[in-house]
């Protein structure tokens, strides 16, 4: 079955850098676009990126543009988003997605926290 395993989230100080990860697992990753979405308190779910099946194509929410970089690697089925120059506003949980067969698979997600 389709599993997503987010890492690398925690707290960081504004204008500070993560490198988020997502393993994946249960399908032919190199097959697949993923995408990184996050979902802030009281709000919707939202895409901040995604990475086509090669990595040669690439796009960006306006919010992150600049400051976040989706990138994969597909032999070791795992999908990264580095966020550098961290804002308050970046604070939020951070879902790794793919969407197969039209099903939606989200991994259980982690927090960022971007505060002093």
């Known amino acids: 079955q389709v599993q997503l395993v987010e890492s690398g989230g925690g707290l960081v100080q504004p204008g500070g850098s993560l490198r988020l990860s997502c393993a994946a697992s249960?399908?032919?990753?190199?097959?697949?676009?993923m995408k990184w979405y996050r979902q802030a308190p009281g709000k919707e779910r939202e895409l901040v990126a995604a990475?086509?099946?090669?990595?040669?194509?690439?796009n960006y929410a306006d919010s992150v543009k600049g400051r976040f970089t989706i990138s994969r690697d597909n032999a070791k089925n795992r999908v990264y988003l580095q966020m550098n120059s961290l804002k308050p506003d970046d604070t939020a949980v951070y879902y790794c997605?793919?969407?197969?067969?039209?099903?939606?698979?989200w991994g259980q997600g982690t927090q960022v926290t971007v505060s002093l």
């Open positions: 997605n793919v969407v197969r067969m039209r099903i939606d698979y």
């Open positions: 990475i086509s099946p090669a990595g040669g194509s690439t």
């Open positions: 249960g399908f032919t990753f190199s097959s697949y676009p």
